[in-house]
């Protein structure tokens, strides 16, 4: 149906950059919302940014004006460029799609969605 894969992790020294990506497969009519989570060891998953399907974003405190999203609607894919990373943004990062509209069969579908997620760890 429909699948989100992550890729752009890895290890980086503080104050380098990394960007992520996330490409949703299937047959897809529309997406409202993408975003990127993410989760520390011992520690609740949180939003860190998302774009609605007009462009408007909105961003955790912690990573505004280090970290922007974007996305491709002809592709289906949402970005996350993340600048002067800090120690402190070492979490795996999860791709998440709401309101994807597919279609299956002979009808129109309509859900949410989670990539399998992505580590980022950086050094200090």
């Known amino acids: 149906q429909v699948q989100l894969v992550e890729s752009g992790g890895g290890l980086v020294q503080a104050g380098g950059s990394l960007r992520l990506s996330c490409a949703a497969s299937?047959?897809?009519?529309?997406?409202?919302?993408m975003g990127w989570y993410r989760q520390a060891p011992g520690k609740r998953r949180e939003l860190v940014a998302a774009?609605?399907?007009?462009?408007?974003?909105n961003y955790v405190d912690s990573v505004k004006g280090r970290f922007t999203i974007s996305r491709d609607n002809a592709k289906n894919t949402v970005y996350l460029q993340m600048n002067s990373l800090k120690p402190e943004d070492t979490a795996v990062y999860y791709c998440?799609?709401?309101?994807?509209?597919?279609?299956?069969?002979?009808?129109?579908?309509?859900?949410?969605?989670w990539g399998q997620g992505t580590q980022v760890t950086v050094s200090s």
């Open positions: 774009i609605t399907s007009d462009g408007s974003t």
């Open positions: 299937g047959r897809i009519s529309s997406i409202n919302n």
């Open positions: 998440n799609a709401r309101g994807v509209t597919y279609y299956s069969g002979s009808k129109y579908y309509t859900g949410d969605y």
